[in-house]
């Protein structure tokens, strides 16, 4: 569906003005109630834009945290007589896909602070780094919050690929 999205999009900005970045993007964002309108009877288009709509809100969601968590290290580091609290967290995955629990390990790495270390595939259990927690359970909540944010972008019904 994405090409087709894309191609849709290059089609109209060609037509109604250019190629230039600007109007491709208002071509792609126009078309995208087209594919949510199809989605009432040819379930792929659902889905695609049921991901969309899950990817605009994670991708902003997740800049944030990144930020965040990158001004939670520098307060660590400025702060000579803070005592840290580093421990390696063991977080349960509900995921059993490998993709999906290697991207939330890529996510947890990008994220300043923590560090995916393992994957035991037979507990479903991943083990992170964690520079500063004072609690277990919010370490496990907070990555917890991103796997379930991560899934309902990349299988927006719940399974269904």
Same mark, same amino acid.
């Given at each position: 569906?994405?090409?087709?999205?894309?191609?849709?999009?290059?089609?109209?900005?060609?037509?109604?003005?250019?190629?230039?970045?600007?109007? %491709?993007?208002?071509?792609?964002?126009?078309? #995208?109630?087209?594919?949510?309108?199809?989605?009432?009877?040819?379930?792929?288009?659902?889905? #695609?834009?049921?991901?969309?709509?899950?990817?605009?809100?994670?991708?902003?969601?997740?800049?944030? *945290?990144?930020?965040?968590?990158?001004?939670?290290?520098?307060?660590?580091?400025?702060?000579?007589? #803070? *005592?840290?609290?580093?421990?390696?967290?063991?977080?349960?995955?509900?995921? !059993?896909?490998?993709?999906?629990?290697?991207?939330?390990?890529?996510?947890?790495?990008?994220?300043?602070?923590?560090?995916?270390?393992?994957? !035991?595939?037979?507990? $479903?259990?991943?083990?992170?780094?964690?520079?500063?927690? !004072?609690?277990?359970?919010?370490?496990?909540?907070?990555?917890?919050?991103?796997? !379930?944010?991560?899934?309902? %972008?990349?299988?927006?019904? $719940?399974?269904?690929?």
């Amino acid at each position: 569906m994405v090409y087709v999205h894309l191609l849709l999009a290059s089609v109209l900005a060609a037509v109604l003005a250019s190629l230039s970045p600007l109007y %491709w993007l208002i071509a792609f964002a126009a078309l #995208y109630p087209l594919f949510r309108l199809c989605g009432l009877f040819h379930h792929p288009s659902r889905v #695609y834009a049921l991901r969309i709509e899950a990817g605009l809100v994670f991708v902003p969601w997740f800049t944030w *945290q990144v930020f965040s968590a990158s001004l939670d290290v520098a307060k660590i580091v400025l702060n000579p007589r #803070y *005592q840290v609290e580093s421990a390696v967290v063991r977080v349960p995955v509900h995921t !059993r896909d490998k993709r999906l629990i290697t991207l939330l390990g890529c996510l947890l790495t990008l994220t300043p602070g923590t560090l995916a270390l393992d994957y !035991r595939s037979r507990t $479903g259990e991943m083990f992170v780094h964690v520079l500063d927690t !004072r609690s277990v359970d919010s370490v496990t909540a907070a990555i917890g919050n991103i796997e !379930r944010r991560l899934m309902r %972008w990349v299988q927006p019904l $719940g399974g269904e690929k």
